[in-house]
């Protein structure tokens, strides 16, 4: 069974950074694509950006340019960083990984971005 633990989020200014990271563990083989999403209050969950085990990458309209995803196969992990933030960018962030035909999913991060 696959977890994801996700780690760095919290509270920060308008055009602050932040940088996300997922660690995967419990896969016996390598994990193909690793994504983040994001949910906001009322809003329902949207894919953020995702990553290939390749390093092929995509990322939503609304962070790109602003947005990195990368990922680091030796450590089975992927990070998420986030510059230029802006309010609309608060929500919990997750972590997900399909693997298998079961589509996995980490607890969770909060990002608020307020002054």
């Known amino acids: 069974q696959v977890q994801l633990v996700e780690s760095g989020g919290g509270l920060v200014q308008p055009g602050g950074s932040l940088r996300l990271s997922c660690a995967a563990s419990?896969?016996?083989?390598?994990?193909?694509?690793i994504a983040w999403y994001r949910q906001a209050p009322g809003k329902q969950r949207e894919l953020v950006a995702r990553?290939?085990?390749?390093?092929?990458?995509n990322y939503a309209d609304s962070v790109w340019g602003r947005f990195t995803i990368s990922r680091d196969n030796a450590k089975n992990t992927v990070y998420l960083q986030m510059n230029s933030l802006k309010p609309e960018d608060t929500a919990v962030y997750y972590c997900?990984?399909?693997?298998?035909?079961?589509?996995?999913w980490g607890q969770g991060t909060q990002v608020t971005v307020s002054s």
């Open positions: 419990g896969s016996r083989f390598s994990i193909d694509v």
């Open positions: 997900n990984a399909p693997y298998y035909s079961v589509n996995y």
């Open positions: 990553i290939t085990s390749g390093g092929s990458r």
